[in-house]
């Protein structure tokens, strides 16, 4: 039994690593300041012996004991993370030095929730590892983007310094059951939209692209690479599979059934990437690992989640 600290553990992937960790046996201590997160997203698993959640934003220091820590807290949608960019970029770096701090005095390793927009608006594809990216620092997305490769270095420098034990994974664009439905990211855009008979609201030409993992599959990614002693990464974990937004916004029609909404254009936002997919060679070859789900059979389980959600709003 491994006690387990998970930050950011009531949004949308922090509940389901909080219940893949559970069924397997860990304590669990879920650390949340309900920013995005949502204490619906855990309420199956308050009572349990083994869970306990306590409301906290990391910006502060935070006083607990754990053998592992698993950093997802921050904003991650653009609507979420620009709505108060200070706030965003001081949970990247005040945030981290409070979490790098916590896993040094415990003896702890650490995983860090790292992100695709480290790569920024790639000049290279697919992107690997190696790549340093292509990012506005000045632009609106930076509080996001830079404070994310600020996190990256610290928890490097911590590791060369102190001798800290470090995880960082860089997530690519993740979908599935909870993700917020006022989140703004595109695949609970367009699938609340065609629930809801709404045009599908699409940016630009629709030709950029995406590649999209579903949420199962993520957590799995993230396990094996916490849980393996061979690599500290940055390891890519996401779909290889592109679809541009034009496809994603037919698949999602296909999965929600006789919707009668329309797609239209919208302009493009500023500094939004034209490709984003990812090179998983690493994550191959160190944590056999890929993704299972296809996206047809993942906006199949979403649009139901979403489905039920809205029902249960009526």
């Known amino acids: 039994m491994t006690v387990v600290l998970v930050t950011g553990g009531a949004g949308f992937l922090g509940s389901h690593l909080c219940d893949r960790l559970i069924a397997r046996g860990d304590d669990v201590i879920c650390v949340d ?12 698993l308050l009572g349990h012996p083994r869970f306990e959640l306590i409301r906290h934003d990391i910006v502060q220091p935070l006083y607990v004991e754990a053998e592992r820590i698993f950093n997802l ?14 706030k965003t ?28 927009e480290v790569y920024g608006d790639p000049e290279i594809h697919p992107q690997h590892e190696d790549y340093w990216g292509h990012v506005n620092p000045v632009g609106p997305r930076s509080c996001y983007d830079e404070g994310k490769r600020i996190a990256e270095s ?10 800290t034990e470090i995880r960082i994974i860089r997530i ?31 940016y630009g030409d629709g030709t ?17 690479l916490m849980d393996q002693d061979q690599q500290q990464g940055p390891i890519n974990v996401g779909n290889p599979v592109e679809n541009t937004m034009l496809e994603l916004a037919e698949a999602v029609l296909g999965a929600v059934g006789g919707s009668r909404s329309r797609i239209v254009h919208h302009p493009l936002p500023q500094d939004d990437p034209r490709k984003r997919c990812p090179d998983i060679s690493r994550a191959k070859q160190y944590l056999n690992w ?18 039920q959600l809205l029902q249960n709003a009526t």
């Open 154 to 163: 610290l928890m490097m420098n911590y590791h060369q310094t102190h001798g």
């Open 172 to 202: 690519f664009n993740t979908y599935g059951p909870r993700m917020a439905p006022d989140d703004g990211r595109v695949v609970s855009n367009f699938i609340l939209q065609a629930l809801q008979g709404h045009d599908l609201t699409v």
């Open 73 to 86: 807290a921050c904003p991650a949608s653009p609507q979420a993370y620009q709505f108060n960019p200070i």
């Open 290 to 307: 890929e993704p299972q789900v296809p996206l047809v059979e993942g906006l199949r389980r979403t649009v139901e989640w979403y489905r």
């Open 89 to 116: 970029i001081k949970t990247s770096t005040v945030g981290m030095v409070n979490m790098m701090g916590l896993a040094r005095r415990c003896g702890a390793r650490i995983l860090h929730a790292s992100t695709s």
């Open 33 to 44: 300041n309900f920013f995005t997160g949502s204490r619906k997203n855990v309420g199956h």
């Open 208 to 224: 950029q692209t995406r590649s999209f993992c579903y949420v199962d599959d993520l957590i799995e990614g993230m396990l094996r």
